[in-house]
DNA sequence: GTTGTCGGTTCATTATTTGAACCATTATTT
DNA sequence: AAATAATGGTTCAAATAATGAACCGACAAC
């Protein structure tokens, strides 16, 4: 493992519940020397990718990372732009609504608005979601390049619950369904007692760049639910793709079939 | 420099106006050689800081900086708290509005909301802002720690402009005018023609978090304009900070002078 | 057709990184 | 209150990783 391997994996440490870290703890928890860890934090720090907060001398991610975040964002203000649609969404179903961004055959939650609710789906930013057990995936996966579709369902497949589908064939046909209707549907594919529907947001080029998906507890989820809010999630998707790329939604998915 | 210097240093060759670049380029701009950048770039590659793409072979930002960025947001979600808060902003003033996120005694850009007009001040997020030479750096300095301001101007400061005040005591009584009226005010002191008003959003410790701007034309501006602005700028940063916090704008405001 | 530039690769040489042992300070346990 | 444990931090001989000149095939420019 490369120098600068070493010191990127530090990063994974922090998360929404371990927001902050000692370097005793940190040199725990990465296996390294605390010497070792302290001369790659400082690297890190360098750069403003950890700060260290002055009076508890504990590490958290820097502004460095929100720089260069925002820069990446800013060729394509996919969260900024879906932000309204997120909110109106969420409010007009009760339920969780969550972005997510499409990189390299992969898709990252960026954005959730959790209902005022105690039974709720929670959904946390910063992770990245399995394509072929989540609405979002499958969402993705209609409007996504071949070589891409290939990608995710060439290697075995992880069964997160008992209702997973793994047989890529199966998924396919589910992907075809969700290119038909303009969402998908994921019956407790990725976790017991979460009913998901999701719709594709499309860039210039005709390919998803990101999803929207609404996530509720299955006990609320009717059959009319259930097309009720993919219907919903795909006209906000629709929205979002016309607004990011100035151009009809028809237009935008003939392209990608061309 | 460190090898994992010298890795994250390649990240900061991208930006808005570069957002892809090739290896050999890449490798030219950096000063190493090809084998060694494409070394480091692979590492990048890895934890999905860089990305390369499949067709033009180009390298851009990845989404495992986006991934951090939202988790460092998580904790408080300034940006997406305040966004419907700036377009009302620059809707209402058809000027340009921008948030600013505060580090380690600093300020990053990250987020522009420009009017539709030719004539506009344009600002770009990713980027850090001086602290004794913008609106928004004294309206941080107003609410900061005092070991924060002393950092800040403990040490020559530019002069971008004919304007612009460097010495401390006289940018200190600006700070204090700050703190009194509620929002500063920024008369070309970073660049000729612009004239700007920041206010700034309060965190529960009471000290700046962030800070909210409006920036015009110095030829689109009158005083009362500027006090018109000012206010708006200051009503906007309360909401946002009580609503952040979930407590009353004074009671922030007092913690801090405690 | 020729020349230049691209992204990419190799391995002897060079430079950087490592971590055990140590420190002062603070926190925890007895 | 005293003893022990854990913290963040430092050093430098030894160990390991990184380097880059020279090379490659493919593609672009002239």
Redesign the pocket.
Known sequence: M???D?AISLLDLFSIDTPEL????IARRAG?????T???LLSLSRHGFVE?DAET??YRLGAGLTRLARIREARLPLLQTALPFLRDLAIATSETVHLSEAGNASLLTVLVEHPARANRVNVNVGEYLPLHSTASGLAYLAHARPDAVKAALGNPLTAFTSHTVTEPGAILAEVEATRARGYSIMDQGFEDGVFSVAAAILGSGGYAIGTLAIAAPVVRTTKALAAERGQAVAAAARQISERLSGEGFGALRKRASA
């Open positions: 490369s120098t600068v070493k000692g370097l005793s703890e390294y020397d605390k010497a070792t302290r001369r790659l260290q001398r504990h």
